[in-house]
């Protein structure tokens, strides 16, 4: 019955989830700003983290391969690039840095539950990150088979980061989101928080909650 189902926090920062290379690249210039310090976790060879820097007011690279680190260092000798392996949040927090955002490219086949408990890491460990964005085919396939209940069917939610999900709930079928809508989509992303994952895409989300009703109908 309504109302006694366990409600657990939903809220947390958001997450812009990228296929490939080529998007994880090309999505820097419309998230990241001349005040943010930006951590980027599996740099490989510093040329996703050499984009960064020409937008970004600092930027660390960290990698867990030494090679890869001394490449690094080298071929971009005024970013900073040190051997550190991602989920070494006690080496990350020994940098003392304010990060605002976090991008992760830990292997794109790397399967979600990982990525997720490690994102919670990094959120407990850095309160100051407003934004994660992260490469993941298989985090990016499920944000786009996912839609959520009740923001979708009910036109409810207790989740302020998904409310330009809600709906006339009155309404039979899901209309196409707007220009603000998807704005607001664009600055929200996804939502990673304690519950572990809240991922989300509007387009891919109305549409199988369209689907859903047409079928109970």
């Known amino acids: ?30 998230y990241v700003t001349c005040d943010d310090i930006v951590l980027e976790a599996g740099a490989a060879q510093g040329c996703t983290t050499s984009v960064i820097f020409n937008y970004a007011a600092e930027v660390i690279g960290i990698d867990k391969s030494p090679f890869n680190t001394r490449v690094a260092q080298k071929r971009y000798p005024d970013i900073e690039f040190l051997e550190i ?39 407990r460990a850095f309160p100051s990150v407003n934004l994660f964005v992260v490469k993941s085919y298989r985090m990016k396939k499920l944000v786009g088979c996912s839609t959520v209940f009740p923001e979708q069917v009910l036109g409810t939610t207790r989740n302020q980061t998904t409310e330009f999900m809600l709906q006339n709930s009155a309404s039979k079928t899901l209309p196409a989101p707007t220009g603000s809508k998807v704005r607001r989509y664009r600055r929200h992303g996804a939502t990673i928080g304690p519950a572990w994952l809240l991922a989300l895409t509007f387009g891919a989300g109305a549409a199988v909650g369209t689907m859903w009703r047409a079928h109970r109908m």
């Not at 840095?97 to 976090?102: A, C, E, S």
């Open 1 to 30: 019955m309504p109302g006694r189902g366990q409600r657990h926090d939903l809220s947390g920062v958001p997450v812009i989830v990228v296929e490939n290379v080529q998007d994880y690249r090309e999505c820097i210039p419309h």
């Open 85 to 123: 392996d991602a989920a070494d949040i006690s080496a990350l927090l020994r940098l003392n840095k304010r990060f605002t955002k976090i991008f992760l490219d830990i292997s794109g086949s790397q399967p979600v539950g990982p990525l997720a408990q490690l994102l919670e890491k990094y959120e």
